[in-house]
């Protein structure tokens, strides 16, 4: 079956670094998007990876690995506007978006 | 307008009713999506239309229907609403099937009583 998983939650201070991982399971593979989702918002498109390696934009990398189903998403210096809820998303052969339940992320001060 | 709007924002509806939600956007997309969104899953693919005149079934189809008459407009339709149905609702659109990030509307919050 298809499966998306990632932490529930996640918690770091104003400042710090954190990375967020996601581990895929899908029928085919076509790369694998970084959402952020404000609370009662939609999701914003964050990163897409479809090559092994990072993608640096700005305070927020993602890197993928194909042969281990795995990413991960790092913030950096971090900023209480980035306290939301990141979803890993990973396209199938179809060309559909696979989900997972999103890890929300607590900044403290 | 600009980008994909959605109506209505939120919306209480009885139990057996029917219900159509909106989806409108301007950019010309081919490809639209409609997911809901439950607390503590993930996004969950409803329906979906490659380009106007088609449309394609999602992980969760049953007891929605959808219809693509033109590029511009996807709406859904809950035949008969259940409380199970009771989610938010989004609205997204790519400009192709391939791999593009995926555009989200303001979604629609639906409680069925």
């Known amino acids: 079956g298809q499966n998306i998983d990632q932490p529930t939650e996640m918690t770091a201070t104003e400042g710090a670094i954190v990375q967020i991982n996601c581990t895929y399971q899908t029928s085919g593979f076509n790369g694998l998007f970084w959402y952020q989702q404000h609370a009662g918002e939609a999701p914003t498109f964050l990163s897409y990876?479809?090559l092994d390696g990072l993608e640096e934009k700005g305070r927020f990398s993602s890197f993928l690995s194909r042969s281990k189903g795995y990413s991960y998403l790092l913030l950096k210096e971090l900023q209480m506007k980035d306290s939301a809820s990141y979803l890993c998303?990973?396209?199938?052969?179809?060309?559909?978006?696979?989900w997972g339940a999103g890890t929300k992320l607590i900044i403290k001060p | 307008i600009a980008g994909i709007t959605q109506a209505p924002t939120s919306q209480i509806l009885a139990a057996g009713r029917r219900m159509t939600l909106r989806c409108t956007q301007d950019m010309r997309h081919n490809a639209m999506y409609w997911y809901r969104q439950d607390l503590g899953l993930g996004l969950r693919l409803i329906h979906y239309s490659n380009t106007a005149g088609t449309t394609g079934k999602g992980e969760v189809p049953d007891g929605y229907s959808v219809s693509r008459a033109n590029t511009d407009d996807f709406p859904l339709t809950l035949a008969s609403a259940v409380p199970s149905q009771t989610s938010v609702y989004f609205c997204?659109?790519?400009?192709?099937?391939?791999?593009?990030?995926?555009?989200f509307g303001p979604g629609t919050r639906l409680t069925v009583l």
């Open positions: 990876n479809v």
């Open positions: 997204a659109s790519t400009p192709g099937q391939g791999a593009s990030e995926q555009f």
């Open positions: 998303a990973a396209m199938d052969s179809n060309y559909q978006l696979i």
